[in-house]
């Protein structure tokens, strides 16, 4: 099984994703069977993802049934017009984890603790997968009365929909190959929380990323005289443009230092980056990415 894509995201985690590919000899018996019976407990935008990801031709574990929270409705009610046969949408929460083996936990983070201490589990076939990115193993075992070893964490991209990108995994003990089955797409293994935490924080950039994205499309409109259509397809397709010479390298660890070099000497992107670094801008994003990891530790808010 591939545990990596060979996708943008993987080159920024660099040296880290090579410390965690599971040998598999040191995987643990799966505690389900292999027709799995699926339950998301929340259904926002990750868990309709995750979903479609899992309903996918490419997913390697047979899905025996799919079920939803209703909420949201919008999200809920597309899923089962896509996949009827498969999908059931119910109402309560109770329900869905008597009826599943496997529940994605994605309730926002100030709900988590309240709503997963309000269901029931069995420890000899309930594996709980959580989506929340600020409870712990610990907190998710206490507070589900679950062994640690059926508890893990899991953090995302939409894009999991598509099996594109790396999904960031962990749990107490090394997963087996049902366990990573059943991800869509390609897992990097975290065998710590800290090593989560870390790797996370590139996923919490898609927010500045989007808004950079934005800033040079309102750019164009108002300096280049652009249509707000014209202006976005321009930016978007030059930002694929750029990704696709660090995707083509297969992984060189050092292919970012070598794109940053090989700008034309006294260019205008040579110059672009040294003006956004004299403006403080690689400093603030370095603060923004540090506040993130407090806040994922407890230390703060996350404000800065």
Not at 71 to 96: C, E, G, H, W
Not at 127 to 156: F, G, H, M, W
Not at 228 to 257: F, N, P
Request: aromatic share 6%; hydrophobic share 40%; with cysteine.
């Amino acid at each position: 099984m591939m545990l990596f894509h060979n996708a943008f995201f993987l080159l920024l985690l660099g040296k880290l994703s090579s410390c965690f590919i599971i040998p598999s000899g040191g995987r643990r018996p799966s505690p389900w069977s292999l027709n799995v019976k699926v339950g998301f407990v929340g259904f926002g935008t990750i868990a309709s993802s995750i979903a479609h990801g899992l309903l996918d031709e490419r997913t390697k574990v047979p899905i025996e049934s799919l079920i939803v929270s209703e909420r949201s409705l919008s999200k809920s009610t597309a899923l089962k017009k896509k996949f009827p046969d498969l999908v059931k949408v119910y109402q309560d929460n109770k329900m869905i984890v008597k009826d599943s083996d496997v529940i994605f936990f994605c309730v926002l983070p100030q709900q988590a603790q309240k709503v997963l201490q309000g269901l029931t589990f069995d420890d000899s076939r309930h594996q709980v997968i959580s989506l929340v990115s600020t409870a712990t193993l610990e907190e998710l075992a206490r507070d589900s009365k679950l062994p640690s070893s059926n508890v893990a964490r899991l953090i995302c991209l939409p894009a999991i929909a598509n099996h594109f990108g790396v999904a960031l995994y962990c749990s107490s003990q090394p997963p087996n190959d049902n366990d990573l089955d059943l991800i869509p797409g390609n897992v990097l293994y975290c065998k710590t929380e800290d090593q989560l935490n870390a790797s996370m924080i590139t996923t919490c950039t898609m927010g500045p990323f989007y808004g950079l994205l934005r800033q040079q499309r309102d750019w164009l409109m108002h300096r280049g005289g652009l249509s707000q259509k014209d202006a976005s397809g321009l930016v978007v397709q030059q930002h694929i443009a750029m990704l696709q010479d660090a995707l083509k390298t297969g992984g060189d660890e050092k292919i970012l230092d070598d794109l940053i070099e090989e700008q034309t000497p006294g260019g205008l992107n040579e110059q672009s980056l040294a003006n956004w670094q004299q403006l403080g801008g690689l400093d603030s994003y370095s603060q923004i990415l540090d506040a993130v990891l407090a806040r994922l530790k407890g230390e703060s808010d996350g404000s800065i």
